[in-house]
C-alpha cells in the first residue's frame, strides 16, 4: 500500500512531494481545483523546480491530472469512478486474501494482529487533531491490507492493488467514519484475520469482498453528505 508519511531521511526533493501529497490527500487543495506552481511554492516554501517535479510524481500516483497548456488540476472522483475503484478492489483484494490464507506466516500474522488492535484502541485514544487520528487510521488500515497482500505471494497482483488504492478516497472515508461504522470495520479485520488463522482461503475472500464494500458503501454516503455541504468547489 501506499506510504503515507514522510521519511525522516527523505531527500529535499522527496520531502516537497510528500508534503503536497499530505495536502491534496487531507482536501487542503480541494478536488478539482488548479494547482499553480507558484501558488504550490509559495504554500511549500521552496522554489518551482521541486514542486514541478512533486506533480509529476503526484500525476504518476493519480493524485492529480495534468493536462498541455493548463497546468495541473487536483484529481476529484465521481460516483463512477468510485463504483470501479471498490469493485475492483474487492475482487483483487479478495483474491489476494484467497492465496494469503495458504502462504501467509505467523509474523504476518502477528503484524496484522498489532495493526487490528491499534485501530480497536483508537476508539478510546484522544488524538490532538481530526487529521492526525485519520492518518493514524489510514496506516494502520494500510498496514493490514499490505500485510495481505504480500501474503498473497503474486508481485503482479500487489501492483495491480496499489495502482487501484486511491489513498485521498481512503482519507475521506475513515475522516467520515462514526465509531459505529468504524466497529463493524473493525469487526471484519477480526473475521478475516480468523479466516486467515484457519488457512480458510474461500472465507478470507468472502469476508475481504464484502469488508471492501461495505467500506465503498460508507464513502458514497460521505461523498453525498459532503457534496451537500460544500456545492461550490473552489476553482483558482
Not at 510528500?18 to 488548479?34: A, D, T, V
Not at 487490528?116 to 489510514?138: I, K, Q
Not at 500485510?147 to 496499489?162: E, F
Not at 465509531?179 to 469476508?207: C, K, P, Q, T, Y
Amino acid at each position: 500500500m501506499s506510504e503515507l508519511y514522510t521519511i525522516d531521511e527523505a531527500s529535499p526533493a522527496d520531502q516537497v512531494y510528500q508534503r503536497l501529497r499530505r495536502l491534496l490527500i487531507e482536501g487542503y487543495y480541494p478536488p478539482g481545483s488548479r494547482l499553480v506552481e507558484e501558488r504550490l511554492a509559495q504554500d511549500l516554501g521552496v522554489s518551482r523546480t521541486p514542486v514541478r517535479q512533486a506533480l509529476v510524481r503526484a500525476a504518476a500516483e493519480g493524485l492529480v491530472h495534468l493536462f498541455p497548456n493548463r497546468g495541473a488540476v487536483a484529481r476529484s472522483f465521481t460516483i463512477e469512478d468510485l463504483m470501479e475503484i471498490y469493485d475492483l478492489r474487492a475482487l483483487l483484494e479478495g483474491h489476494a486474501a484467497y492465496l494469503a490464507a495458504q502462504r501467509i506466516t505467523a509474523e504476518q500474522i502477528a503484524r496484522m494482529e498489532a495493526a487490528a488492535t491499534a485501530l480497536e484502541e483508537s476508539l478510546t485514544r484522544t488524538f490532538e487533531r481530526r487529521e492526525d487520528e485519520v492518518h493514524f487510521l489510514v496506516e494502520q488500515n494500510a498496514i493490514f491490507h499490505g500485510t495481505i497482500a504480500a501474503a498473497s505471494g503474486n508481485q503482479r497482483l500487489v501492483t495491480m492493488i496499489n495502482q487501484i488504492v486511491a489513498v485521498p478516497l481512503q482519507f475521506r472515508s475513515f475522516y467520515w467514519y462514526r465509531a459505529d461504522e468504524r466497529r463493524i470495520s473493525n469487526f471484519f479485520h477480526r473475521s478475516i484475520l480468523h479466516a486467515l488463522r484457519l488457512g480458510d482461503g474461500d472465507r478470507a475472500r468472502a469476508v475481504m469482498r464484502e469488508h471492501i464494500l461495505y467500506g465503498r458503501d460508507v464513502l458514497l454516503q460521505s461523498q453525498r453528505a459532503e457534496s451537500s455541504a460544500s456545492p461550490a468547489r473552489r476553482e483558482e
